[in-house]
């Protein structure tokens, strides 16, 4: 199992930060399963297979990776988040020195992202995000639930600052458990 996890990592090109982020868990856990330390549990492998598209077999061995899932090249996953950039900015009304501008990024740099000819590096995809108030991780992967109203480093530091909200919070997370 531990290799299936770094292998399926590696070839989607994330970091240990970056996947563990996305499957809501932390590196540290990811990182005994990818060394084997620890066993995945079930929630963590349904969470794998829903949010990479991974077919459950790769994890019996009854598929290999190229089958399991599409791995899309770096070239394609370029373009995709270019294409998503662009038609946010768009929608936003911004020429790309406007947003250039507001996230203190280079015209340049951001047109070759648009399209498609660099990758968007997380800390620029942060800077991005904030300026077109929508959540970096959906400009990276395209997962609708993350684009608008982001958890981000702004939002948790806010929520710091503010305990009468995180009540509130965590008194709807409690309801929907029970």
């Known amino acids: 199992m531990k290799d299936k996890i ?7 090109n994330l970091s240990l930060v970056a ?3 996305l499957l809501g868990c932390s590196p540290t856990q990811i990182k005994r399963m990818e060394i084997g330390t620890v066993i995945p549990s079930e929630d963590i492998l349904e969470r794998i297979c829903d949010r990479f598209k991974v077919d459950r077999r790769y994890f019996t061995g009854e598929l290999k990776l190229e089958d399991a899932v599409q791995i899309k090249s770096k070239e394609e996953k370029c373009i995709e988040i270019g294409k998503r950039l662009r038609e946010i900015r768009k929608d936003k009304k911004l020429t790309i020195v406007q947003l250039g501008e507001l996230c203190h990024t280079s015209e340049s740099r951001l047109s070759e992202i648009e399209t498609g000819k660099r990758r968007l590096c997380e800390p620029t995809a942060k800077r991005i995000a904030k300026a ?3 959540g970096s991780e959906w400009l990276l992967t395209g997962e609708e639930k993350n684009k608008d109203y982001p958890v981000d480093d702004d939002m ?13 919070i965590r008194a709807l997370m409690d309801k929907e458990e029970d």
């Open 156 to 168: 948790v530091e806010w929520l710091k600052n503010h305990e009468e909200v995180r009540k509130e």
């Open 132 to 134: 077109l108030k929508v």
């Open 6 to 12: 770094a292998q399926l990592r590696h070839n989607l």
């Open 19 to 21: 996947f563990s982020k």
